[in-house]
């Protein structure tokens, strides 16, 4: 019996959950349909999914099919929670998207198949609700063949809609010949010869849904359980089984964390290769190089941040049959739970110990299993979050309670990156939208018994260099209090680089300790520039570098005063930086959505001052029916409000979709500035008298 890790996919209210507690009914796993009205699923188990009657954290749940065990992860429809998604699909072997068959093709749905699409993941669609009144499955399949792909092959047609007797009737149609023909050349020439037999015709389509090259179409109802049957056929027999060697070298990717009543952390690992056993001592690290695009909104840094870690696995369970139970091991292909691992987080690559060491200087990129892990931990699926929020703490609300708390959130949502400001002693979080900002407040509320309310949603921005500066300061000269030399040159690089640090000096030319501490302080620095905001697309290059040796007087120790130190280097590191910050210039950078809208031709006239009005930059419009279809860009501070003013301008009939694109340069006269947390490098002054005070100077 083979593996297969499922992700159930959907816009919100498409009833991916409700399918879910369809296909453990049909494996025989509960003896009752549980109702997301009732709050009685199996995978929405937190209680406020259950008051809200949505998915907010991915779960997982195994059941048996016929010659394949499925580890199905059940994720979050809602926008908002968009991360959770992410990190759900680099451990996936295939998915099922879930379309309603009233509310049809919707913005996010775009969002998820544009995503499984580029990142190949074999996927069937579930037109669900067939027994729904205005349900129209000719209508919603012409709708997905536009917006989502034209390469779909209906795997049967839908009788009876719209009412309970709604049925699903297998059977490819004619058109299914087109579809696979399209991709395949010799079958084509097969088609053309009259040669097509229908089992050539089920192994084409087999092979070309494993490739993600089509996608079959089932319809059904997962309230009355109409088409389930062929969608499990599905399941079974043309989506690919979970590869990897359980006796080869360990590597597993972690994407997803929780905290036990007692606060023990529990790490969800997907095992690609190898199997982990408890007592195994293994290394971890970080699936994202520092300066790659989005770091630093992870949250609290960890000791070691960019290091690798070891540990050692106190506990592990599996998934089976409904359920999660220890085990002594867990192998290739397999979705485990790990304890014992106080320092793991979401996006952490496994390997074990013996075998890191006898590998230790081979790139990660040179080794094929891990080579491929590391890449799918590093890839960016979605965007990241572009709004922010401060967290005001209600009477009698202790500040570092508080903190802990928003930290072990992030902990589980890496994205909520929290940021707190000593000065202010204000903690914020950034955010996508305002439904999570509520989920957060509640979780607050419940898990840790901390009332607390919002400040009002900003825009996260960025900086990028205009051009080049350099800056250096000499060890002992010009009213330099450091015992160091450090010379930092500031070089623009192209958008969604990122940021990179290189060195012009030799590596020998001092101890190499005080060369990670002035990168590591540059990229620190880098995440408040001039105006406030992360500095991004540079490349930092040390230029100079000097130190004063190990001193020390007769018959008594090492003499801090007289020899460099690593402070003395963190300490100097960022007045270099932001002069060289100043000499080559930043302009912020707000965040963009793409958007599209459609409505009816006659309220173009009326829509178009308002998009005006919110910086919204029309670039297209084409007719599209009996009304038009709007293409632009706007910022992400307007797209909220663009969303609330629509069905007004439109008589109700408008539909928006937008989604992160770029970032643009801020064209106002105010320029957004965002309060600063550290010591504030921009006056000398200051930042020496307040470094001192944290020295004890």
Not at 17 to 34: K, P, W
Not at 369 to 390: I, S
Not at 560 to 575: H, I, N, V, W, Y
Request: hydrophobic share 40%.
């Amino acid at each position: 019996m083979h593996l297969l890790n499922l992700g159930i996919l959907a816009h919100v209210d498409a009833g991916k959950t409700s399918l879910t507690e369809r296909l453990l009914h049909s494996a025989g796993v509960i003896d009752e349909v549980g109702s997301v009205d009732a709050g009685s699923t199996q995978t929405d188990t937190l209680a406020l999914e259950r008051q809200r009657g949505i998915t907010i954290k991915s779960a997982v749940v195994s059941f048996p099919l016929a010659g394949v065990t499925v580890n199905l992860i059940d994720t979050p429809g809602h926008p908002d929670f968009i991360a959770e998604v992410e990190r759900v699909l680099g451990v996936l072997d295939g998915a099922v998207l879930v379309v309603s068959a009233v509310e049809g093709v919707q913005a996010q749905t775009r969002v998820l198949m544009r995503t499984l699409r580029r990142l190949r993941i074999p996927t069937l669609i579930f037109v669900n609700k067939i027994d729904r009144r205005g349900a129209r499955t000719g209508e919603v399949l012409r709708a997905m063949a536009r917006r989502l792909t034209p390469s779909l092959v209906p795997m049967g047609t839908a009788t009876a809609l719209g009412t309970p007797a709604a049925r699903f009737v297998p059977g490819l149609g004619a058109g299914a010949l087109d579809v696979l023909a399209d991709q395949d050349d010799d079958l084509l020439a097969a088609y053309v010869e009259g040669a097509v037999t229908p089992g050539r015709l089920r192994a084409a389509l087999a092979a070309q849904t494993r490739q993600a090259r089509v996608h079959p179409v089932y319809f059904g109802s997962a309230a009355t359980g109409a088409g389930v049957a062929g969608l499990i056929t599905g399941i079974e027999e043309l989506l690919p089984a979970a590869p990897g060697d359980p006796e080869g070298p360990l590597c597993a990717t972690v994407f997803k964390i929780d905290r036990g009543p007692a606060g023990d952390k529990a790490a969800y690992v997907r095992i690609f290769s190898g199997t982990l056993r408890t007592r195994d001592r293994i290394r971890y690290g970080d699936g994202r190089r520092a300066g790659d695009p989005g770091e630093g909104r992870r949250g609290e840094g960890r000791q070691g941040d960019g290091l690798p870690q070891e540990g050692k696995v106190t506990a592990v369970s599996v998934f089976d049959r409904g359920t999660d139970a220890r085990a002594e091991s867990v192998g290739a292909g397999r979705i485990g739970k790990l304890w014992g691992l106080g320092g793991i987080r979401i996006g952490d690559t496994i390997e074990a110990l013996p075998w890191a060491r006898g590998t230790a200087g081979l790139p990660r990129e040179d080794l094929p299993v891990r080579g491929e892990v590391w890449r799918r931990a590093r890839r960016q699926h979605f965007a990241p979050p572009t709004l922010e929020t401060v967290v005001v703490p209600g009477p009698h609300v202790d500040r570092r309670s508080l903190h802990v708390a928003l930290t072990q959130l992030a902990e589980q949502d890496p994205l909520i990156g929290v940021r707190h400001d000593e000065v202010r002693q204000e903690t914020s979080v950034s955010l996508y939208g305002e439904v999570q900002k509520e989920v957060v407040q509640a979780t607050l509320a419940d898990e840790y018994g901390l009332g607390v309310t919002f400040r009002e949603t900003t825009t996260i921005c960025v900086e990028r260099p205009l051009g080049s500066g350099a800056a250096v300061e000499f060890n002992k000269k010009d009213g330099n209090p450091f015992l160091a030399t450090v010379g930092l040159r500031v070089d623009a690089a192209p958008a969604g680089s990122g940021t990179d640090f290189r060195l012009e000096v030799e590596l020998g030319s001092m101890p190499y300790a005080f060369f990670k501490a002035v990168e590591d302080t540059v990229r620190e620095t880098l995440g408040q520039g001039l105006h406030g905001w992360q500095v991004t697309d540079c490349t930092v290059t040390m230029t100079h570098s000097g130190y004063s040796p190990r001193q020390s007087h007769a018959h008594q120790g090492f003499d801090k005063s007289m020899s460099s130190t690593g402070a003395d280097f963190r300490g100097l590191t960022p007045l270099v930086l932001v002069e060289a910050l100043r000499r080559a210039g930043t302009r912020v950078h707000e965040p963009m959505h793409r958007f599209r809208i459609e409505a009816p031709a006659d309220t173009l006239g009326t829509l178009l001052p308002v998009l005006a009005h919110l910086s919204a930059v029309p670039q297209t419009t084409a007719p599209h029916g009996t009304g038009c279809v709007l293409e632009g860009a706007v910022p992400a501070a307007h797209v909220h409000g663009l969303g609330q003013r629509l069905p007004g301008l439109t008589r109700g009939e408008g539909e928006l979709e937008s989604a992160f694109d770029h970032y643009a340069p801020v064209t106002r006269a105010a320029v957004p500035q965002r309060a600063r947390t550290d010591h504030n490098p921009l006056n000398r002054k200051e930042y020496l008298l307040n470094v001192a005070n944290r020295l004890g100077a």
